[in-house]
């Protein structure tokens, strides 16, 4: 067996609000240590995931007190972006490889690029079909989720209209407006049509739109997205669920403010897109503990990380797509990986101070260079 490039790998505790995540599982372990690659993970770094310290230990990992010791690893595997209070862990000789959303958070960019960190985000590895293998499953859960939360803050004791989502016989269900038919946007359109709503998804590509009704025969409405059908539906919907995305780049702008003031009052959106900047112009981001605010009279839940609110589900759906690339990159080395696969090569986002995505790199009104110039 050729020796790995990268030998030892570092999980560190996700740092950000309510993030309960984790980046590898006691399989994804046994994976890299029968290849000859040492596993630290930060104490109780899976807890939150229902994933104990002793199952990391049965599975071959080492067990380190600190956030330091797991980030000076020769690799670290995250979810989230590194935050603030970790920027002073990135160097030079380190590979990070999580979920990085630089368009939307240009301090990391910035701290990621002053370091010198190779950073590969999961959100950019695209294959050559242009899917997004490590972000399609967090789309899904988010997806899934963002009909739950919105019935949640419907409630009229929530801030909501007291709209229930299914209706009852005699009595108008709630009418969801899902803007963009990709896996957020179809996730959110089946869990909403399965509780009863009344669900119209909007598209700007049609064949998109003629698979979702082929798939769910009429059951879900379809409409061509443009600014008029975009307007007609915002203004009558109960809620309104942001699902535009642009891969590495920060997502545009749908729905105008002054659209938004003219939505029914106590009308609620959740701007799935938010980890991306938004795409509802009124949109901040919120965390789990503040999840939702009220502006114009509309409620706004916008939380950059909706998985985290349930980690075991997310933490393996996850890791059951990004173990292999992780694999990888350990065995190769980033830039190594990325010649032997091309997906890789999307997902590298900065290798020695410099932008090795094109797009991220002209969210940010910067330029890129190959990650093999690099």
Request: some cysteine; overall charge negative; charged content about 20%.
């Amino acid at each position: 067996m050729t020796a790995p490039v990268i030998k030892t790998v570092g999980v560190p505790t996700e740092v950000k609000t309510a993030e309960h995540r984790v980046a590898l599982t006691p399989d994804g372990v046994r994976e890299l240590d029968a290849r000859g690659i040492q596993v630290r993970i930060q104490a109780g770094a899976g807890v939150g995931a229902s994933i104990m310290d002793e199952d990391y230990i049965a599975a071959g990992a080492t067990i380190v007190p600190t956030a330091a010791d797991a980030w000076a690893q020769e690799m670290v595997l995250k979810v989230k972006e590194p935050k603030a209070e970790e920027f002073q862990y990135l160097r030079e000789d380190l590979t990070l490889f999580t979920y990085l959303h630089l368009a939307a958070y240009p301090a990391v960019a910035a701290a990621l690029l002053a370091a010198k960190t190779t950073s590969i985000a999961y959100e950019t590895v695209q294959l050559a079909d242009g899917s997004l293998p490590l972000l399609a499953p967090m789309s899904e859960v988010a997806g899934r989720l963002a009909p739950q939360m919105g019935a949640h803050f419907l409630e009229r004791h929530k801030g909501g209209r007291g709209v229930l989502m299914g209706g009852v016989p005699g009595v108008s269900p709630a009418k969801v407006v899902v803007l963009g038919a990709g896996n957020v946007g179809w996730s959110s359109a089946v869990i909403a049509a399965g509780m009863e709503a009344e669900v119209t998804v909007l598209d700007k590509n049609l064949e998109r739109l003629r698979y979702v009704d082929q798939i769910h025969k009429g059951r879900i409405s379809t409409l061509a997205s443009n600014q008029g059908s975009i307007e007609r539906t915002v203004m009558e919907a109960d809620l309104v669920i942001g699902a535009v995305l642009v891969a590495g780049g920060r997502a545009p702008i749908v729905v105008s403010e002054d659209l938004v003031r003219q939505m029914k009052p106590r009308a609620v959106i959740v701007d799935v897109a938010v980890d991306q900047g938004g795409c509802i112009a009124t949109t901040r981001e919120t965390t789990h503990d503040e999840p939702v605010f009220e502006l114009h009279g509309v409620v706004h839940y916008a939380v950059g990380n909706m998985p985290g609110a349930v980690p075991h589900t997310s933490t393996y759906a996850l890791t059951n797509a990004t173990l292999p690339f992780q694999l990888q990159v350990a065995l190769g080395g980033a830039v190594g990986a990325a010649r032997m696969n091309p997906a890789l090569t999307h997902g590298l986002n900065t290798v020695n101070g410099v932008y090795t995505n094109e797009i991220v790199a002209a969210s940010l009104d910067a330029t890129a260079v190959s990650p093999f110039e690099a």
